[in-house]
């Protein structure tokens, strides 16, 4: 079986996509178990004011958005592969 260079790149292309969705979706599905905000300790401190997050939090929250980023750059990679393969063809 003797691929050409466009279907290898149109391969390439396929399995970045499929890196990229598997990265999306885990991190779509995956829930924080944890703490999210900070609870005061203190009943006069009740306030109206903006929730603190926890630094765990911004921690797990901070890591989703770079593998959601990783994951985009490979999807777009991976659309951009199978476009160049089909135009070389």
Request: proline share 1%; glycine share 8%.
């Given at each position: 079986m003797d691929l050409s260079v466009s279907q290898y790149v149109v391969i390439a292309g396929l399995v970045c996509d499929v890196i990229g969705c598997v990265l999306v979706a885990f991190e779509v599905i995956n829930r924080f178990k944890g703490q999210?905000?900070?609870?005061?300790?203190?009943?006069?401190?009740?306030?109206f004011s903006r929730p603190v997050l926890t630094s765990e939090y911004r921690k797990w929250e901070r890591r989703k958005h770079i593998v959601m980023a990783i994951g985009l750059f490979f999807l777009v990679?991976?659309?951009?592969?199978?476009g160049i393969g089909t135009a070389i063809q």
């Amino acid at each position: 079986m003797d691929l050409s260079v466009s279907q290898y790149v149109v391969i390439a292309g396929l399995v970045c996509d499929v890196i990229g969705c598997v990265l999306v979706a885990f991190e779509v599905i995956n829930r924080f178990k944890g703490q999210v905000v900070e609870q005061s300790q203190k009943l006069e401190d009740l306030d109206f004011s903006r929730p603190v997050l926890t630094s765990e939090y911004r921690k797990w929250e901070r890591r989703k958005h770079i593998v959601m980023a990783i994951g985009l750059f490979f999807l777009v990679g991976g659309f951009t592969l199978q476009g160049i393969g089909t135009a070389i063809q």
